[in-house]
């Protein structure tokens, strides 16, 4: 019985003395070791609609960099410190359109501007000549519509729109007749609205083959309808370039903004993970050949920077630095002040692995985070 009793007192003190869980925790480090990851994430309609935006987008970007954090909590609650987001969202962005008559100038109004008898205009600041003597007292949201004509070296008549926004006169550039004839019509207007829609998107196209657009661009023009009677009326359209074509702007942009997540929540980022190349050891490489003549050597041959500090290869972080420096001026030579940058780069430590440092653009130079 006495053996027995000394028994349990072991035993019990073996389950109050120590929590072999706690070992298990302590060796896996679960605190330090946040999962990481990347993402590229568009909002979805039920994100939207999960952030109480009805409307299925954001009213600014300031409301977007607001709400985005808690959804990314939501959507990878187990991601933390050093993990990015690229999230791309809409937000409410109103390009303001018109209509108007056209007004077709007499010779009497091209030559009171230019003081000539040719009936036309020769310069470009002649039809604003013509805006700020006829409507002096324009005000903002005022339009019209102009048909003119339009010397250089051959005449030519022209149908442009003119919006009066923050105190002047904004251009709407109009199809010209070669351009209508272009897309079938046989005066230089449409019948339809429809119709309109239809082909705008494709003669954008030719329009800006010499001046190719990027994703994302909104352009602003403007076309005619024949309303019946002799009269034609001017409407003006935006337009958005999806990276192949064009279509119809719905008063909506997309923006895309990279998110990270700094251990507690996730915070509007500028980071960009980048691994260093082959071509990018070789720039490094040349570029220091006659300052670290063995290191530069080292890394060029092998494709990895010597980290042992008892190495005559040996790459401190200062040099890396320097390194650093020159590679993102080269690789960035635009990048803004505070833009930061996560570099991963091959090492060799006794055995070939990687590496990470942390940087950002300070007063034109990069410096470690």
């Keep these: 019985m006495k053996n027995i009793f000394y028994y349990l007192l072991i035993f019990g003190a073996f389950f109050t003395g120590c ?4 070992d298990v925790y302590e060796d896996l480090n679960l605190e330090s070791k946040p999962v990481v990851g990347d993402v590229v994430y568009t909002l979805s309609d039920d994100d939207y609609e999960a952030l109480d935006k009805t409307y299925g987008n954001f009213n600014s970007e300031d409301e ?14 187990v991601w933390g410190e050093g993990s990015t987001a690229l999230v791309t969202f809409k937000v409410y962005n109103r390009i303001d359109t018109y209509e108007a008559d056209v007004y077709e100038l007499s010779d009497e109004e091209h030559n009171a501007i230019t003081g000539n008898t040719y009936g036309n205009f020769d310069r470009t600041s002649h039809v604003y000549q013509y805006l700020e003597a006829t409507y002096p007292n324009a005000e903002d949201g005022d339009f019209v519509s102009l048909r003119y004509r339009y010397y250089s070296g051959v005449e030519t008549t022209l149908t442009d729109g003119f919006a009066y926004e923050d105190g002047e006169w904004v251009k709407f550039t109009g199809f010209t007749e070669d351009q209508y004839e272009a897309m079938g019509e046989g005066f230089p207007n449409f019948s339809s609205e429809d119709e309109a ?6 003669a954008l196209l030719d329009v800006y083959k010499f001046d190719p657009r990027s994703e994302g661009d909104i352009v602003l023009s403007m076309y005619e309808l024949y309303m019946g009677g002799g009269v034609t009326r001017s409407f003006t359209a935006a337009y958005v370039f999806d990276g192949m074509s064009f279509e119809p702007y719905d008063n909506e942009m997309n923006v895309t903004i990279q998110f990270g997540h700094d251990g507690s929540t996730w915070v509007p980022d500028n980071t960009i993970k980048y691994t260093l190349t082959g071509s990018d050891v070789t720039l490094i490489s040349n570029s220091f050949i006659d300052i670290y003549p063995g290191p530069a050597d080292n890394v ?4 990895s920077f010597d980290r042992r500090d008892s190495s005559s290869n040996y790459w401190s972080d200062a040099m890396l630095l320097e390194a650093f420096n020159v590679l993102l001026d080269e690789m960035d ?3 803004e002040e505070g833009q930061k940058y996560v570099l991963t780069y091959v090492i060799y430590n006794g055995s070939t692995t990687n590496e990470t ?4 653009k300070t007063e034109g130079v990069w410096e470690y985070q």
């Design 64 to 77: 977007a960099k607001e709400l985005i954090p808690d959804l990314l909590t939501d959507v990878y609650p």
């Design 300 to 303: 060029g041959y092998f494709g």
């Design 197 to 202: 829609n239809q082909k705008i998107p494709i």
């Design 333 to 335: 030579p635009l990048a």
């Design 19 to 22: 929590n072999p869980m706690d």
């Design 357 to 360: 440092k942390s940087v950002i």
